[in-house]
């Protein structure tokens, strides 16, 4: 069973979002423990610096991090997997017995000293979606990749 953090930056507004995270997290309580971390945004204006409010969202987020954890950072340019790929990469990363951290951005996305705290970046697609879409992507997709490794019928 894997052990599961994805720690998000902002909050699901939306019914929607809320209730199709709960879907998927319920179909996840088989394969894994997942524990979800909502970090609010910090608030700018159009004059501010964006690397600025980047650097501050991304301290609230190091706070966060579990030693002796795989960092996985979701972002544009990471690292793009199919469904498949994914699998065997959590399976890999998975089986060393640590807890596999999700870090998700907010809107105007993650600052660059994350990197130094991370093992990995990943992409979920060359498009781009709002960010608390890309979280329900997540949670929808480990799922699937759970379901692959168990030879189950979700992703035929």
């Known amino acids: 069973m894997f052990k599961i953090k994805i720690i998000a ?6 019914k929607a979002y809320r209730e199709l ?6 179909r996840l309580s088989p394969f894994a423990k997942v524990k979800l971390v909502e970090l609010p945004e ?3 204006g159009k004059n501010q610096d964006v690397e600025k409010i980047k650097e ?5 987020v190091i706070k966060q991090l579990p030693e002796n954890a795989v960092i996985i950072l979701l972002e ?12 065997v990469f959590l399976e890999r990363v998975g089986g060393l017995g640590k807890e ?5 951005g907010s809107g105007i996305g993650l600052h660059q000293s994350l990197h130094q705290y991370s093992n990995y970046s ?4 060359p498009l781009t ?11 929808e997709q480990i799922y699937r990749a759970c379901t692959i490794l168990a030879g189950k019928e979700y992703h035929k």
């Open 56 to 60: 501050q969202e991304a301290k609230k």
């Open 129 to 139: 979606f709002p960010h608390n879409m890309a979280r329900v992507l997540l949670e």
């Open 76 to 87: 544009e340019k990471g690292t793009l997997r199919n469904s498949k790929d994914l699998a």
């Open 42 to 44: 910090v608030g700018y």
């Open 9 to 14: 930056l902002g909050k699901f507004k939306e």
């Open 100 to 104: 596999l951290v999700f870090v998700i």
């Open 21 to 26: 995270e709960a879907e998927f997290l319920k």
């Open 122 to 125: 990943i992409s979920l697609s």
